[in-house]
């Protein structure tokens, strides 16, 4: 998930959280979080490809939806017709997410409170928390994950955590007699889209949308896996081919399979190739 880089956030930050109590702090994260949306402060790469891969009038979904970052654009893309499923687990941040949405006007929006996953559970989620008080929360993550990995000093270098429990539903139970024509999906839960896809069949057998999913080796390890065992859920079970989008061919590239697994990656159909031969180089 992008993050904003401020010399002048990282002085103030912990001193507002230091001497506000929770509710005013909290108003202060709205309005940051509204001010990085709307000024494009928090973009990745691959929103760029948003515009050419959306209809208006349809259905998509954000899993691991953080502050709004891909809804806001999703909601605009797909228009008064279309709608956005948003999946969010952490209180404090679906709270300030809430906000967003009436601050920027956003009705076809459904945000809910619950993790995506295989199956319909409750976890414990493990939210990372700041030197200095704060949670970070898009690193938040299912308690089982193991952060014992050699980049951890790099990706995960938090000395404290707080635990809660959520909601965890799949998405074919919650939502697939819900939907009539989803055409995306973002996944961004900190190493367990596995689950997630797992969860997900019979509504990617169904509608096979486009899917952008953010694979981080180290944290799928956390949970006992390879990557292998993604890449034959994705290709082998789901028929999905795996590219990787190059900002400045504006296309999207077959993915070295030797690679190291550290990016958001784009998931596409083998029945809709021809759909999106557009855009694949």
């Known amino acids: 998930m992008a993050a904003v880089n401020s010399p002048i956030r990282d002085i103030v930050k912990p ?51 953080n502050y709004a970052y891909y809804t806001e654009k999703l909601s605009n893309l797909v228009g008064p017709d279309g709608h956005v499923y948003s999946f969010e687990p952490i209180p404090f941040t679906y709270d300030v997410a809430i906000k967003l949405l009436d601050l920027f006007n956003l009705r076809n929006v459904t945000y809910i409170q619950k993790g995506v996953g295989e199956k319909d559970e409750t976890l414990m989620f493990r939210i990372p928390r700041q030197s200095f008080g704060a949670i970070s929360a898009g690193l938040s993550h299912i308690a089982k994950r193991n952060n014992d990995f050699k980049e951890r000093d790099l990706y995960y270098a938090f000395s404290s955590d707080e635990y809660i429990n959520a909601e965890v539903i799949s998405l074919d139970s919650y939502l697939l007699s819900k939907v009539k024509n989803v055409t995306l999906i973002k996944i961004d839960i900190e190493g367990a889209e596995y689950f997630a896809l797992k969860g997900m069949k019979e509504l990617l057998k169904k509608f096979k949308p486009v899917v952008i999913v953010e694979i981080q080796y180290f944290f799928l390890e956390g949970y006992g896996l390879t990557i292998n065992n993604l890449l034959d859920l994705i290709n082998k079970e789901l028929g999905y081919n795996i590219y990787i989008y190059d900002p400045k061919e504006k296309m999207i590239k077959n993915v070295d399979l030797n690679a190291v697994w550290m990016a958001n990656y784009i998931l596409i159909h083998r029945d809709k190739l021809d759909q999106y031969k557009y855009l694949i180089k």
Not at 32 to 37: H, L, N, S, V
Request: hydrophobic share 45%.
């Open 15 to 65: 001193l507002l959280y230091k001497l506000l109590p929770e509710f005013l702090y909290k108003k202060i994260q709205v309005r940051a979080k509204y001010r990085d949306i709307k000024f494009k402060m928090v973009e990745e790469p691959e929103m760029e490809l948003l515009p050419r891969l959306i209809q208006t009038g349809t259905e998509v979904i954000d899993v691991g939806a």
